[in-house]
């Protein structure tokens, strides 16, 4: 198992900037998938990015290409999202997830297939 806590989540005017990070505890922190998924109200819980076991590959929502950059320390058992250049439309509750099943060259965008969560933390960007 893996506890996962998000943090870095506030208030920033459209076209700023924000690091989420998610710290990680318990079990091997690099052999999971991990992946960041967004809720905004009244809307599903939706894949923003994810990121292979080694940090290798990463993937991410077209709406949020060019914009954001998953990455992770593996050392540190921390996963970040830069966000840039942010938009009304970025509001959402963020989440940190990880996968425990993918395969070391596969990220997974359904919500489903990830077992551990953390709470969320809120952004919301200002017009």
């Known amino acids: 198992q893996v506890q996962l806590v998000e943090s870095g989540g506030r208030l920033v005017q459209a076209g700023g900037s924000l690091r989420l990070s998610c710290a990680a505890s318990?079990?091997?922190?690099?052999?999971?998938?991990l992946g960041w998924f967004r809720q905004a109200p009244g809307k599903e819980r939706e894949f923003v990015a994810g990121i292979s076991r080694s940090g290798g590959i990463t993937s991410y929502l077209d709406s949020v290409k060019g914009r954001f950059t998953i990455s992770r320390d593996n050392a540190k058992s921390t996963v970040y999202l830069q966000m840039n250049s942010l938009k009304p439309e970025d509001t959402a509750v963020y989440y940190c997830?990880?996968?425990?099943?993918?395969?070391?060259?596969?990220?997974?965008?359904?919500?489903?297939?990830?077992?551990?969560w953390g709470q969320g933390t809120q952004v919301t960007v200002s017009s």
């Open positions: 318990g079990s091997t922190f690099s052999s999971y998938t």
């Open positions: 997830a990880a996968d425990p099943r993918a395969l070391s060259t596969l990220i997974r965008r359904n919500r489903y297939e990830y077992d551990y």
